[in-house]
Structure formats: structure tokens, C-alpha cells
């Protein structure tokens, strides 16, 4: 069973720096894709894509950093580095694995719990 644990997030003024990271508790398949997310609509802040780059919304790009790392107990970490924050960052981000084998299995989605940001001016 994939659990995504998402820690971080908090208050900063404008022109600081967060780190968002979510700590993936299960087996992550290879074939899995994560990434961070707003809500309502969904759409994605950054992330993985099916070919394995990383993409980011206009709003973040050369602000935002997202990593992902394997640890020796193949435990997965990924973590979105926000810098130079700006007051329209303020939301809730979602940690989020998309996990599809092949075109014929419905995927299963995984979401962590949310982190608030709050940027102020």
C-alpha cells in the first residue's frame, strides 16, 4: 500500500525560500509519476512527466526545483525547493504519485495530505 507523507510549508516573506518534501512509505513502482499539485482545479506545479523530464508551470519556472531521491531501502523522497516566493504562491500544495502500468489499467492515484504556504509581503 503507497502512502505519501508530505511535510513542510509555513509562512515566509516575499523574496524567501521554502522546502516541501514527501516521504513516499510502501513500494513505489518505477512506472509511477510524481510531481506537486495545486487543487481545484487540479494542475501541476512541477513534476515528473511520462518521459521522465520534469516539467513546471510558467508561473515557477526558475523559481522552483523539484528532486526526487532513492535511498538504500529504496525508499522514494521527492521535495519541491520554492525560492524567490512571491505573495501569489500562497496555497495549498499537494504531493501527488500517478501511477499507470500501461494504457489498459485505470491508474491509481496517490495524494499526501497538503503543506500551506503562505507568502506575505
Known amino acids: 500500500?503507497?502512502?505519501?507523507?508530505?511535510?513542510?510549508?509555513?509562512?515566509?516573506?516575499?523574496?524567501?525560500?521554502?522546502?516541501?518534501?514527501?516521504?513516499?512509505?510502501?513500494?513505489?513502482?518505477?512506472y509511477c509519476r510524481t510531481g506537486w499539485y495545486l487543487q481545484a482545479p487540479v494542475r501541476?506545479?512541477?513534476?515528473?512527466t511520462e518521459d521522465e523530464t520534469i516539467e513546471y508551470s510558467d508561473s515557477v519556472k526558475g523559481r522552483f526545483t523539484f528532486s526526487q531521491v532513492k535511498d538504500n531501502d529504496n525508499v522514494v523522497t521527492f521535495y519541491?525547493?520554492?525560492?524567490?516566493?512571491k505573495t501569489e504562491d500562497t496555497a495549498h500544495y499537494y504531493c501527488r504519485a500517478y501511477c499507470k502500468p500501461d494504457r489498459w489499467t485505470t491508474a491509481s492515484i496517490y495524494w499526501g495530505s497538503g503543506s500551506r504556504v503562505i507568502v506575505s509581503s
Open 80 to 85: 519541491l525547493q520554492m525560492d524567490s516566493l
Open 44 to 48: 501541476v506545479v512541477a513534476g515528473m
Open 1 to 30: 500500500q503507497v502512502k505519501l507523507v508530505q511535510s513542510g510549508g509555513g509562512s515566509v516573506q516575499a523574496g524567501g525560500s521554502l522546502k516541501l518534501s514527501c516521504s513516499v512509505s510502501g513500494t513505489l513502482p518505477t
